[in-house]
Structures are given as structure tokens and as C-alpha cells.
T-cell receptor, first 116, second 110 residues
Framework: DAGITQSPRHKVTETGTPVTLRCHQTENHRYMYWYRQDPGHGLRLIHYSYGVKDTDKGEVSDGYSVSRSKTEDFLLTLESATSSQTSVYFC???????????????FGAGTRLSVL | EDQVTQSPEALRLQEGESSSLNCSYT??????LFWYRQDPGKGPEFLFT?????EEKEKERLKATLTKKESFLHITAPKPEDSATYLC???????????WGAGTKLIIKP
């Protein structure tokens, strides 16, 4: 998985509790992304980061926040989990989305989150 | 609105039976089109990138082609290990983010 580690791999939590998912990379790529994957939908971008402390929203950012204090780590936080946030979450990295030779996104193995 | 549609949703083939998966897209200028393979319980794995109409790329039994409106992933004489979900994504000129299709689940029966 291109030096990308997601933790935890599985988590079950209750509605209203905070949850933090971690993505760690060893590739020194500048860009990092959080997606969610649900049946019948394509991957949907939640947030992305283009450098340390530089983040921006994706198409489904409501209810999620992110932080990136180091190049290698990108955290996704659900401040107060809801059942609609039950999903599989993927982290991805890329060198530079603006350059043809460096715009490929590489993915971690995913975190399966269930909110009861 | 930029969008990507993949068809069929699922495809069952016998081992050795060649076929094609379709990825139709509508974007305001195409920066690139990407094909990924995803096995159950794993993250997507990059296969190909195509940038301009007429371009083709091959890898083992897979060949990806691109026109101005769609891409095809041709699979020749598939084997059971080719069973997976194949994802298509496009990158429009308007931004650097990928727009993903919902995928085609391919099942190859021995």
C-alpha cells in the first residue's frame, strides 16, 4: 500500500462520541486525502491537505475536521459521530496533482467505521 | 456538472471470456482519466492513467482506451484472479480533485 498505514482498521463506536482516524505515510508526499466509500457511490472526498497545516474541504466535509501537524500524519476527526458516518474511510497520498508524472493517488487499506 | 458513470454495475464472465467495462464522463476539460482495481477489504490500486483521446495503455490482460466522452477497460481472456471492482476517476481542468465513478464489480468464474 505504498507506505501508507491507516489506524485503526476497524472501529465500532456510539452515536455522539468523538472519533479520530489516523493516516501515516512514509513516502514524503506533499498531498494527503481522506475519502469515504459507500455502496452505490464513488469515492467521495472529505478533506485534503497540500502541506503541513494546509488543509481544504472536499465535497462531503460537514461533520468532519482534519489536522496535519507533520508531513507524514493526517488525522480525520468526527467530532460527534452519527450513524450516517458509518462507512469505509480511505486515506490517499500524491506527490503533486498538477504534474502529469506525479499526480497518481495511492491508497491505504482503509478503516471500517460503524456508528451505532 | 462534472460526473463519471461506470457500466455495467456488475459483470460475470467465464474464465477466458473477453469483455469490456465502460467509463463515461462529463467534465469541463479533461486533465486525466484514471483506472484503479479494488479487491475486497483493500484500498484501490492504481492501474492506468490516460490523458488524451486515442491513447491506449496495456498491462497483462488489461487494456485501457480513451475517447473524448468515455474510456473502456478491455479484459482479454480473464482469469479468476482478475475478479475485483474496477474504479474509474477523472481529473477536470477546473480543479485538481478526482471525480470517481461507482465502479464495476467483475466476477470471473473458473
Amino acid at each position: 500500500d505504498a507506505g501508507i498505514t491507516q489506524s485503526p482498521r476497524h472501529k465500532v463506536t456510539e452515536t455522539g462520541t468523538p472519533v479520530t482516524l489516523r493516516c501515516h505515510q512514509t513516502e514524503n508526499h506533499r498531498y494527503m486525502y481522506w475519502y469515504r466509500q459507500d455502496p452505490g457511490h464513488g469515492l467521495r472526498l472529505i478533506h485534503y491537505s497540500y502541506g503541513v497545516k494546509d488543509t481544504d474541504k472536499g465535497e462531503v466535509s460537514d461533520g468532519y475536521s482534519v489536522s496535519r501537524s507533520k508531513t507524514e500524519d493526517f488525522l480525520l476527526t468526527l467530532e460527534s459521530a452519527t450513524s450516517s458516518q458509518t462507512s469505509v474511510y480511505f486515506c490517499a497520498i500524491s506527490e503533486n496533482p498538477g504534474q502529469s508524472a506525479k499526480n497518481i493517488q495511492y491508497f491505504g487499506a482503509g478503516t471500517r467505521l460503524s456508528v451505532l | 456538472e462534472d460526473q463519471v458513470t461506470q457500466s455495467p454495475e456488475a459483470l460475470r464472465l467465464q474464465e477466458g471470456e473477453s469483455s469490456s467495462l465502460n467509463c463515461s464522463y462529463t467534465v469541463s476539460g479533461l486533465r486525466g482519466l484514471f483506472w484503479y482495481r479494488q479487491d475486497p477489504g483493500k484500498g484501490p490500486e492504481f492501474l492506468f492513467t490516460l490523458y488524451s483521446a486515442g491513447e491506449e495503455k496495456e498491462k497483462e490482460r488489461l487494456k485501457a482506451t480513451l475517447t473524448k466522452k468515455e474510456s473502456f477497460l478491455h479484459i482479454t481472456a480473464p482469469k479468476p484472479e482478475d475478479s475485483a471492482t474496477y474504479l474509474c476517476a477523472v481529473k477536470p481542468y477546473s480543479n485538481y480533485q478526482l471525480i470517481w465513478g461507482a465502479g464495476t464489480k467483475l466476477i470471473i468464474k473458473p
